[in-house]
C-alpha cells in the first residue's frame, strides 16, 4: 500500500500529464483572431499525427449518379413539354339538353356499352347542325368515343368527366 503523500504525488503528476498532453495534442490550438482570418498556418501548428483518408468516388459510382440526374432531368423537361404541347380541353355552353346527352354518354362509356355510345354520337351531331355545341367539342367528344369503341373506355370516362367539369368550372 501506498502512503497518502505518495498518491497525491501520482495524481498530481497524472494530471499534470493529462493536462500537457492536451495542451501540446494536434487537436488543441488556442483561438486567436488573427490566426483564423490569416491564410497562413500558424508557425507553431503541428500537423496530425494520423492521417485520415480521403478516397474519391469511383468512376463506377460516377457514372452511376451522372446517368441518374440525367434521367431526373429528362422526365422533368419532357414532363415540362408534354405540358406545353397538350391540347386544352374545348369547352361547351352548359345547356339542358346537352348535359342530358353529355350525362348518358358518361353512363355508356362507364357501362361499356357500345349501341348506346353510338346512338348519343349520332344525338350530338345533330345538335351540332342545331348549333348547340360548337365543332371542336364535338370533334373532341368523337375521338373520346372512338377511343372507348377501341377499348380504352375508363379513360374516355375520366376524359369525358374533365370535360364536363371543365366547362362548368368557366
Known sequence: MLSDSENKDILRKLRQDRSRFLKNGPWYQPFSIKRFFSKKAPA?????TRKTQTSKPSKRRQAITNALALC?????????????????????????????RLDSLFTAFNSRD??????????????NSKTRIDDDSL?????????????EWSVAAQRLHEFIYHSIDE
Open 72 to 100: 431526373i432531368l429528362s422526365v422533368i423537361v419532357f414532363g415540362g413539354i408534354a405540358q406545353l404541347l397538350r391540347r386544352p380541353t374545348p369547352t361547351y355552353i352548359p345547356n339542358v339538353e346537352l348535359n342530358q
Open 139 to 151: 370533334a373532341y367528344l368523337k375521338s373520346l368515343s372512338e377511343s372507348a369503341k377501341h377499348g
Open 114 to 127: 357500345v349501341f348506346n355510345t353510338e346512338r348519343i354520337q349520332s344525338e350530338l351531331t345533330k345538335m
Open 44 to 48: 507553431d501548428h503541428k500537423p496530425a
